[in-house]
């Protein structure tokens, strides 16, 4: 399924549902959604939000010479102990490394929590200036040797998984690179390792890639639509921005053109003369905007700004424009003085009479004019330039707002169904307390031709086709594992732009629940099998996820949950829904090749009760699948990266699809029970 085939009718209500049970049902769990959740999260929102700040305000106190951390987000919440979310970042060249100590320090020169100790005061992340900080603290090189053998394709893995096993150093910034120097297939080649703390890629506004002396020209990172299944679930909004924009612009407009009319601050003329009810009318609805917006900049600072000082702030900007109590008091007698009213009377009968008689025909002589145009935008004060803008847009806008509103209406029973009553059968990767620390490994790289070759065999894309064998991996790690095989792995699976890792841009996803099939209802290990469950378990999220993902999305970009819901409560709702989605995997797209980088591959780090991540990365013409569990789960994670290309080639045999020579050889050939340094 391509993914921009499902998304209009993911997002949009169907035909067929007006002739079925969705409708009152979606309605049924709306209703009671707001009626027994919705006022206990109005309650919890404010009280949660003020409780933190106070506690904020007490720990900034407690320690004056601290940064504390004040925003909140989900992987804060789910840190426990010293299992941190550390993303990681493999790179592989020949001189990639030339000159990362001189790149290092002039970016830690700039970046002043790249020198600061992060650590914990009273349940808060807080940041803690070093006495002596060393760019050689944190850039690491590798030995000669590991364990007694050079450092060559048969161990590279173990040694770099060895690394990531490692905790990064307390009293210091939470960032490594290490530059390890190896011999692959008989050349020399540089292996960069960057593992970084997700709060300081987030306060700093950083991609991993950064800490690396990378060189690529912007011009080649064009925007690349991906078939990625776990992306762009619904249509986003585009006509709403639109209309928000043009009527922003044209209040602004108006609002800039009533201050140089009314506002004695552009006009002193106005207070020297007696001035009538409207025009008081005019200069209090300007001190109350004005004030409003001194008030919405001063809480912003965070200044300590009370809700009474509001007041002092209306008596300023009254006593800017010389307009008190005196002067709506004459204002109102002078409007009911019979000859001020009379005049007032006679000055608007000529105006309408100046109006009907001269004006009205100069007006329809424009309307008709700009009615015949064809470029009404020639006639931009017309009526019918107005609503010849403003009417499809107007429509395509409700249209928008129907849209979110049938997905919010079945957004609590969609939830309450992928969430916890879908697939009850409990999928744990790992049977014993996790201890923290984090191994990984990754496959050969497999090209890109032959899952081409593949999808247009089986009509799949190419992330259902790496899906696939993904779950024949993961099969093969339960048989050696001593695991019992589940039915179906939970996953939360996400989509990762190449251009999210090598040049930060801001960009936030959602997330998709997805159910992997490891058992299927005919055959045991048929592997075309499983890719059509899988086919028709990503239609199915991708039609149902809509809320699901906006919800993540938000999360992503605003922390709209965990603003809004206490952190105790949210981390007890974590912890279960991360022993029941156990794999967490990240979908890596986007062909942005960097120089003088031959191979990458990207680790976003499994936390609270999910054990293992498991990342499908695609660089240049080739896809690598990587892991990263709990330690205690090594070494039986490499025999899910020794599987996945045997288990695409297997797939690619099935399907009538020649086979080709893998790209690069395995470094490890021996029995998928054992790994080289263990």
């Known amino acids: 399924m391509a993914a921009g085939s499902s998304t209009l009718s993911s997002s949009s209500l169907e035909l067929t549902d007006l002739f079925s049970l969705a409708i009152p049902t979606n309605l049924a769990f709306a209703a009671l959604f707001a009626l027994l959740l919705l006022p206990i999260i109005l309650f919890l929102y404010p009280a949660s939000t003020w409780s933190r700040k106070c506690w904020v305000s007490f720990v900034k106190w407690k320690y004056p010479n601290c940064v504390v951390v004040e925003e909140n987000n989900i992987r804060s919440i789910l840190d426990q102990g010293r299992n941190h979310g550390i993303f990681t970042l493999l790179v592989q060249g020949r001189s990639i490394a030339e000159g990362t100590r001189s790149h290092l320090s002039h970016l830690t020169s700039s970046k002043r929590f790249l020198r600061s100790a992060l650590t914990t005061r009273w349940g808060l992340y807080v940041w803690k200036d070093m006495e002596h900080f060393s760019v050689d603290n944190h850039l690491l090189s590798s030995p000669c040797s590991f364990r007694g053998r050079p450092i060559t394709e048969s161990n590279i893995q173990d040694y770099v998984s060895d690394i990531t096993s490692k905790f990064l150093p307390s009293g210091r910034s939470p960032w490594q690179v290490h530059v390890i120097n190896c011999f692959l297939r008989g050349e020399e080649y540089q292996i960069c390792l960057v593992r970084v703390h997700h709060l300081l890629l987030r306060l700093e506004h950083l991609s991993l890639a950064d800490f690396l ?10 925007c690349q639509e991906s078939d990625s299944p776990f992306t762009n679930l619904y249509v986003e909004p585009s006509a709403l921005p639109r209309l928000h924009q043009k009527l922003t612009e044209n209040f602004s407009n108006y609002w800039n053109e009533f201050l140089c009319n009314n506002d004695p601050i552009e006009r002193p003329e106005i207070m020297k003369k007696k001035i009538g009810v409207f025009q008081c009318a005019k200069i209090g609805v300007i001190v109350l905007v004005a004030t409003s917006k001194e008030f919405t900049r001063q809480y912003r600072k965070s200044e300590g700004f009370g809700f009474f000082d509001v007041f002092a702030v209306l008596q300023k900007e009254a006593n800017k424009r010389n307009f008190g109590v005196s002067i709506i008091f004459y204002a109102f007698l002078r409007t009911l003085n019979p000859i001020d009213m009379f005049y007032a009377i006679l000055a608007w009968s000529w105006y309408v009479l100046i109006v009907l008689t001269l004006k009205t025909p100069i007006l329809i002589i424009r309307e008709l004019r700009a009615l015949r145009s064809k470029q009404k935008h020639f006639y931009p004060d017309t009526l019918t330039s107005m609503i010849w803008c403003y009417l499809p847009l107007i429509m395509q806008a409700t249209m928008e707002v129907f849209s979110i509103t049938w997905i919010a209406i079945g957004a609590p029973k969609l939830i309450l169904e992928e969430l916890f009553l879908k697939h009850p059968q409990a999928n744990r990767l790992q049977t014993i307390s996790p201890c923290g620390r984090k191994v990984v490994a990754w496959s050969d790289e497999v090209s890109l031709d032959v899952l081409r070759k593949i999808s247009s065999v089986t009509g799949a894309t190419e992330a259902e ?11 093969e790690y339960f048989r050696h594992s001593g695991v019992r095989t589940p039915d179906d792995v939970l996953t939360t699976a996400k989509f990762v732009s190449q251009r999210a890792i090598f040049l930060h841009n801001q960009e936030t996803r959602g997330i998709v629940c997805l159910a992997l099939p490891t058992r299927t209802p005919l055959f045991e290990d048929d592997l075309l099998e499983i890719l059509q469950v899988i086919q028709k378990n990503v239609q ?5 996820q809509s809320a699901i993902y906006a919800i993540t999305t938000a999360e992503a970009a605003h922390g709209l949950i965990s603003s809004s819901l206490p952190s105790i409560l949210l981390k007890l709702v974590l912890n279960q829904l991360s022993r029941r989605y156990s794999l967490s995997l990240t979908h890596v797209d986007g062909n942005l090749p960097v120089e003088g980088v031959e ?11 999910c054990n293992m991540s498991i990342t499908l990365h695609r660089y240049k013409n080739g896809v690598r699948l990587g892991v990263m569990g709990d330690a205690l789960i090594g070494p039986q994670h490499s025999i899910i990266t020794r599987t996945f290309p045997k288990s695409l080639q297997s797939l690619s045999t099935i399907v009538g699809v020649p086979r080709t020579p893998s790209r690069s050889p395995s470094p490890h050939s021996v029995s998928p029970t054992t790994s080289p340094g263990y």
């Open 599 to 609: 191979a990458a591959i990207y680790w976003r780090p499994p936390q609270g009760n």
């Open 465 to 475: 086709i790496l899906l696939t064998a993904t779950v024949d991996s993961l099969k």
């Open 540 to 544: 199915e999220a991708r039609a149902k």
């Open 213 to 222: 002396p990378l060189k690529y020209s912007t011009e080649n990172w064009a």
